[in-house]
C-alpha cells in the first residue's frame, strides 16, 4: 500500500523567508502528485499537479518538483506571506488507482 | 459560483441512527469521491464513482454505504452511525478529461459527531 510522509509535521518562519515543504512516498509507480492546501474549517484547495512524466511545476511564488526514482517531492514557497498560513497537504495518484493516498500535512505559519 | 457543496454542514447523531450526507457540484464532473478525515492521520477515501449509476469501494468502505443517482450528486449514508465514524467527511470531484490529470475539487466538509 502506498505511505506518503510530509515532514515537518508543523514549521513557524517569519514573514518574507523562502520555505521547502517535504512529501516522500513509498511506491514509485505513481500517475501524479498533488498538493493542496488546507484552512482550517474549511476543504483542501488544489495548489498544483505534477503529472509523473514531469519534473516541476510553478504557479506565482509556488513551486513544485516531482523526482519518481527517489520518491520525493518538495513545495518551494517563496517570499512567505501571513497569508500562507495554513496545513499544506501532498497527495498522490497510483498509476491504474482511482483514489489519491494522502500525507497528513504539513502546518505553516508565517509570522509577521 | 457554487463548486462543490456538502449539506450538512455539522450533525451529531447518536449511536445506531442513521444519516445521508449530500455533495452537490454544479461543475460537470464525471468523478466523486468521499473521504473521511481524522486527527492524525491522512485523508482516507471511503467510496468514489467514475460516473452517473456507478460506485466503487475505496479504502474504508465498511458502514457506509453511495449512490449516484444523478450526475451531479453523490449521497454518502450511514445506516448505522457508530462513535468510531466521528469525523469530518469531504466530498470531493474532478473532471475526467486530459487521462486523469485533473485536480480534485474539495467541498468544506460535513462534521459528524456520533455519541
Known amino acids: 500500500k502506498q505511505e506518503v510522509t510530509q515532514i515537518p509535521a508543523a514549521l513557524s518562519v517569519p514573514e518574507g523567508e523562502n520555505l521547502v515543504l517535504n512529501c516522500s512516498f513509498t511506491?514509485?509507480?505513481?500517475?501524479?502528485l498533488q498538493w493542496f492546501r488546507q484552512d482550517p474549517g474549511k476543504g483542501l484547495t488544489s495548489l498544483l499537479l505534477i503529472q509523473s512524466s514531469q519534473r516541476e511545476q510553478t504557479s506565482g511564488r509556488l513551486n513544485a518538483s516531482l523526482d519518481k526514482s527517489s520518491g520525493r517531492s518538495t513545495l518551494y514557497i517563496a517570499a512567505s506571506q501571513p497569508g500562507d498560513s495554513a496545513t499544506y497537504l501532498c497527495a498522490v495518484s497510483q498509476t491504474g488507482a482511482n483514489n489519491l493516498f494522502f500525507g497528513t500535512g504539513t502546518r505553516l505559519t508565517v509570522i509577521p | 459560483n457554487a463548486g462543490v457543496t456538502q449539506t450538512p454542514k455539522f450533525r451529531v447523531l447518536k449511536t445506531g441512527q442513521s444519516m445521508t450526507l449530500l455533495c452537490a457540484q454544479d461543475m460537470n464532473h464525471e468523478y466523486m469521491y468521499w473521504y473521511r478525515q481524522d486527527p492524525g492521520m491522512g485523508l482516507r477515501l471511503i467510496h468514489y464513482s467514475v460516473g452517473e449509476g456507478t460506485t466503487a469501494k475505496g479504502e474504508v468502505p465498511d458502514g457506509y454505504n453511495v449512490s449516484r443517482l444523478k450526475k451531479q450528486n453523490f449521497l454518502l449514508g450511514l445506516e448505522s452511525a457508530a462513535p468510531s465514524q466521528t469525523s469530518v467527511y469531504f466530498c470531493?470531484?474532478?473532471?475526467?478529461?486530459?487521462?486523469?490529470?485533473?485536480?480534485?475539487?474539495f467541498g468544506d466538509g460535513t462534521r459528524l459527531s456520533i455519541l
Open positions: 470531493a470531484s474532478r473532471s475526467g478529461l486530459a487521462g486523469g490529470n485533473q485536480p480534485q475539487h
Open positions: 511506491d514509485s509507480a505513481i500517475y501524479n
